[in-house]
């Protein structure tokens, strides 16, 4: 029971990452101008990014309670430590290269990012196989 709810629970990470690429990322800065869309998305993949990293803890958790230290356990781990990266890490340095002209880190530290989501959703999507 506990490996069925680790499965629901990395679709449900796989899901919300699908969901913010491609529906509230793109619409976001096709609907609000530029301000509002920068504060949006300054406020939002905070929590983007916790939650997902909460719901990698418990699927974690859930390995370690049943004693299953395979390699799903260490790819949601990794998973996990990218979530960390991402929020705690490129996140204040991409909004800091934004918010001072650094148009060249800027592209590098939100490309980075943007290689990272895609690298934790093909990760997901073998978990799912």
């Not at 913010?20 to 101008?33: D, G, I, K, Q």
């Amino acid at each position: 029971m506990i490996e069925q709810a680790s499965l629901y629970l990395t679709s449900i990470i796989l899901g919300i990452m699908v969901f913010f690429s491609f529906v509230v990322a793109p619409v976001t800065f096709t609907t609000l101008n530029e301000e509002n869309a920068r504060k949006f998305i300054r406020k939002i993949f905070p929590y983007y990014y916790l939650f997902n990293l909460i719901i990698s803890f418990l699927i974690i958790l859930s390995f370690i309670i049943i004693k299953k230290f395979s390699i799903e356990f260490y790819l949601i781990s990794l998973i996990a430590f990218l979530f960390v990266i991402s929020n705690y890490v490129l996140m204040p340095l991409i909004n800091k290269y934004r918010d001072s002209n650094q148009d060249n880190k800027f592209k590098y530290s939100h490309f980075t990012s943007v290689v990272i989501n895609f690298i934790q959703m093909i990760i997901l999507i073998i978990l799912l196989i």
